[in-house]
């Protein structure tokens, strides 16, 4: 149970983010934060998770990576350190209650000068982690959002908040998902290396990409890049092209007309019918029938619903 004093300063945070976030979706002043809220439940969407740090201030939602799901609300932040595909989508929501939350972008830059500068240590007896994970939001975090929060109110997000911003990023450092911000961080880490064989899928995800090609941008042999890419991701390489391929294929199909076949072509299948049973897979309907589904709402109205509520 919160204390009161916890219960006071979430329900602060709670009124600056519906001040701060009238739409959907809104990029503050403090250009690493996004603020995000959402009056309705939601269908799983598949997206993809760039690097932040993910804390929901009310509300709660399910994100699912291949077959292992999270669950979180504002008792929990989410932190993704390589670019993921996954499904998620809101669970509890309503408009006198919406869906609120915050977004922290980071990139391993400001990690690495963080533990320069004050010498933490990584946990060495720590396993490699996967790349997304959830922690117990700490009364000294929550309060470190709502001095971000401030910062708008008080004119002060052009000084105050990288400083706010690097003392939260310290205290997640100090925190049990610290060792896979220190992977992050450093170069030579597998998580790092990783991440450099993602970019490039996702820049050319269209592609049928040479299986020696990942392993070299990674800067592995090819057993230990394909058993690191599935502990990092929780998907194998071609999974992970799979969902990008998918999910560009919907986007296709929902807003520019293009014909399942068509759409499925233009991602890099090769078989309609190949490209149906993996839409299924991932949609829970074939092609035509989600697309008229969501024609059947409109698109504009499931786009409301479902879309820029990302986190």
Known sequence: MKSEGTSDT??????????????????????????YRCDNTTDPLLVVYEPRIYLILQGAKTVTIHKRSFHYDENHYLVATVDLPLSGHITRATPEAPYLAACIAFDPEEISEIIVRSGIQPDLNAPLAASLGLSRVTPDLLTLIHRLLRALDEGEHGFMAPLIKQELLYRVLLGDQGHVLHEIADQKSDASRINRALAHMRAHFTEDT?????PELAGMGQSTFYRKFLQITGLSPVQYRKRLRLQEARRLMLHEDRLAADAGFAVGYESPSH??????????????????RIREIGVARYREMNEDVWI
């Open 10 to 35: 979430l329900a602060s945070v709670q009124a600056l983010i519906r001040r701060h976030c009238p739409r959907k979706s809104t990029q503050t002043p403090i250009a690493d934060l996004t603020l």
């Open 275 to 292: 490209f149906t049973r993996d839409y299924k897979l991932i949609y829970g309907l074939p092609p035509h029938q989600d697309v008229a």
């Open 210 to 214: 040479s299986p020696l090609r990942l």
